[in-house]
């Protein structure tokens, strides 16, 4: 068997990564991790603040009903209460998210959220994948075994090239520098 002699290749020099700042030559700068938690560290309380005044709102209708005599409420009350807590940070992520990009603490911090293929608006069942996989909440995917909480988050600070954390990754998302 006669094989063709073999022309020398020159030598592969490893193609140097996309830059950690930027999605594209052309595209805004990612987020900086510090930047992405004091966001963060804003909604939550923005989240906490929105949760407390839906709870006392829950509560005085019940009390209201009860002739103010909440002893004698049970689960109708404690259900609402229940999809109260679980659904404010989700629909406080997924509706600013979809809309306006960004929820007020990222917008607060010149950050928005978009699309990690083209850096377009992020589609409303999107911005709901990133919200299930990460709201400013103990109730979602990631947060409810606490070790993957923290790599969620964390995973930002060595993933190259686009800083994604995984609720980032699940959605096909980005969060970039608008100002």
Not at 38 to 63: E, H, N, Q
Not at 89 to 102: D, H, I, L, M, T
């Amino acid at each position: 068997m006669h094989l063709p002699p073999q022309t020398p290749r020159p030598p592969q020099t490893p193609q140097s990564p996309q830059s950690d700042e930027r999605p594209s030559p052309a595209g805004p700068a990612l987020a900086d991790p510090g930047i992405r938690f004091a966001a963060r560290l804003l909604d939550t309380l923005f989240t906490f603040g929105c949760t407390i005044v839906i709870g006392v709102l829950i509560t005085g209708i019940f009390s209201a009903v009860n002739g103010g005599d909440l002893d004698q409420v049970g689960a109708e009350f404690g259900i609402p209460m229940l999809v109260m807590i679980i659904g404010t940070p989700f629909v406080y992520e997924w509706v600013q998210v979809a809309k306006w990009g960004g929820t007020a603490g990222k917008r607060i911090t010149g950050l928005r959220v978009v699309r990690a293929t083209d850096g377009g608006p992020v589609p409303a069942g999107r911005a709901a994948v990133r919200a299930l996989c990460y709201s400013p909440g103990i109730y979602y995917a990631p947060n409810l075994i606490p070790v993957l909480a923290q790599l969620n988050v964390l995973w930002m600070l060595w993933d190259k090239p686009l800083k994604q954390c995984w609720h980032d990754k699940a959605a096909k998302t980005i969060v970039v520098v608008t100002k």
